[in-house]
């Protein structure tokens, strides 16, 4: 008689039960904290855009959001190289051995701080050169300055957030990182309302108001996993000491992932540097309302996507074939009818969406006209198109899971970033009628159709040789025990 596996508070047992309604359970917090997340950028958007009173809110949003895709860099990379900790602490769940999975837990959190530390003093002296070689409109390079180099110092903060938000999740728990959340998006805004309108600090103070959030979520999720009431994780003072043997496949396993997300960011970065270099600022203040609106519809597709790495490696350790084959099948279900949705919505709202973002209080270099006819544009392509990103990275999620490390970076790499950069630097510049935001930006769904076209002849291959490898390890227990 097998014993049943106890349960611990908010923690769910992804390998037993009725897989879908868990992953669904599972996914609807993490779509939740997306979000949330989300709103620490679109808040403070909306507020520098709205509340400054002196007639530059356009030029201030334009500030923040010309750092949009280097953060986006950083986020992504740091949520991507958590993936590692959430990989190696999930087998270990599904195998129930508490005493790796917290030293696993520790190490990844101790690992997440000591970078977020290096990544924040690198980033706030070189704030500038970094805008610069984005090529950075002048009017707004020294805004964007103030908000970069204040984003930097939370760095070790967000990284460990990002860490431990995956371990929780790892271990089943997508539920508490929410409530982190919640409570620090309330502080955000009030903190940004209070700096804006009552210090009028402006940029620097929206800034302020992030990286103090980020400290108090990082402090959440830390409590959470080192409290011992309801908890898998078993943490003591011990649990802290530095162990290689459990850092290693941390490592191993976010590494590449964290690498894949770099370069796959770096090359939005280069594709923002072409908008920058083709584009006026009516075109990028339309195309910034866009990709604030566009982040909300890959947030709530990409929770699935998340949540395929953690019920694939924790089925792989307790040897469920079953569960292995139905997860990325109801994931990429959910993301593609979802994404279908979200997208139709998006497109039928494109006006009054776009109307969020783009200030009446504009300043005389903005055409209030052609940045909401730039932004629905894009809206109406991205927004319909996004399901394939996360297709891509519940893909990718699953692979990690399987224990293919680096099969998944290899694929992104070739084909999603080698064919965007080709085509924004060999094909845009020497085509005018691609050099505006719409065909710029025809780069993303041109990659993520590629990759998922690669996963779909892969991935069935890699399945089978799975469940041999399975049946096998099954075939071999009982003469092991026995020999024992």
């Known amino acids: 008689m097998v014993a049943k596996k106890a349960k611990y508070g908010t923690e769910i047992d992804l390998t037993s039960g009725n897989i879908f309604v868990k992953m669904l359970i599972f996914s609807l917090p993490v779509i939740f904290t997306s979000i949330l997340e989300l709103l620490f950028t679109s808040s403070n958007l909306f507020i520098v855009a709205h509340f400054s009173n002196d007639g530059m809110g356009s030029v201030y949003m334009a500030s923040i959001a010309s750092n949009g895709s280097l953060i986006n860099l950083l986020v992504n990379t740091f949520a991507e190289f958590s993936v590692g900790a959430n990989v190696i602490v999930s087998r270990f769940k599904g195998a129930n051995d508490r005493y ?3 030293k696993a837990a520790t190490n990844s959190l101790l690992l997440a701080f000591s970078l977020g530390i290096m990544v924040g003093i690198t980033g706030f002296f070189c704030s500038r050169y970094i805008l610069v070689l984005m090529k950075t409109k002048a009017e707004y390079i020294d805004g964007a300055e103030a908000y970069l180099s204040i984003y930097f110092l939370g760095c070790p903060f967000l990284l460990t957030y990002n860490f431990g938000a995956s371990i929780l999740r790892a271990l089943g728990d997508s539920r508490r990182p929410l409530y982190a959340l919640m409570l620090c998006l309330l ?42 009431k309801g908890n898998f994780l078993q943490v003591h003072k011990d649990s802290w000491l530095v162990d290689w043997n459990e850092l290693g496949p941390v490592l191993k396993n976010g590494f590449p992932a964290g690498l894949e997300s770099f370069i796959f960011a770096l090359t939005n970065v280069a594709i923002q540097m072409s908008a920058n270099e083709w584009c006026d600022a009516s075109a ?17 597709l990409q929770a699935f996507a998340i949540a395929t790495s ?18 990325l099948r109801f994931s990429v279900g959910m993301i593609i009818g979802l994404g279908l949705v979200l997208g139709l919505l998006a497109v039928l709202l494109r006006e009054q969406l776009i109307g969020l973002f783009i200030s009446s209080n504009a300043n005389d270099e ?19 198109l996004y399901f394939m990103c996360s297709v891509m990275d519940a893909c990718s999620g699953y692979l990690r899971g399987l224990g293919h490390w680096l099969l998944p970076t290899v694929i992104t790499l070739l084909a999603a970033c080698v064919l965007r950069l080709v085509y924004v630097f060999a094909i845009v510049p020497y085509v005018p009628a691609l050099q505006n935001v719409l065909m710029i930006y025809l780069a993303y769904p041109l990659a993520w159709s590629t990759a998922d076209l690669i996963y779909l002849f892969i991935i069935p291959i890699i399945q089978k040789k799975t469940m041999r490898q399975i049946d096998e390890e099954k075939r071999t227990m009982p003469q092991i025990k026995r020999a024992c």
């Open 100 to 102: 790796r999975a917290t």
């Open 187 to 228: 502080i955000n805004v009030c903190l940004s309302f209070m700096f804006v309108m009552g210090f009028g600090m402006k940029v620097r103070g929206v800034g302020y108001a992030v990286v103090i959030s980020e400290f108090m979520e990082m402090v959440c999720v830390v409590y959470f996993i080192v409290k011992k």
């Open 284 to 300: 990028i203040a339309g195309s910034t309302a866009s990709d604030t609106i566009e982040g909300y519809i890959f947030a709530s």
């Open 310 to 327: 953690s019920v694939s490696s924790q089925n792989l350790a307790a040897k469920n074939k079953k569960n292995l084959k139905l997860c």
């Open 366 to 384: 903005i055409d209030l006209d052609e940045a909401m006819s730039q932004g629905e544009r894009r809206l109406m392509m991205m927004g319909s």
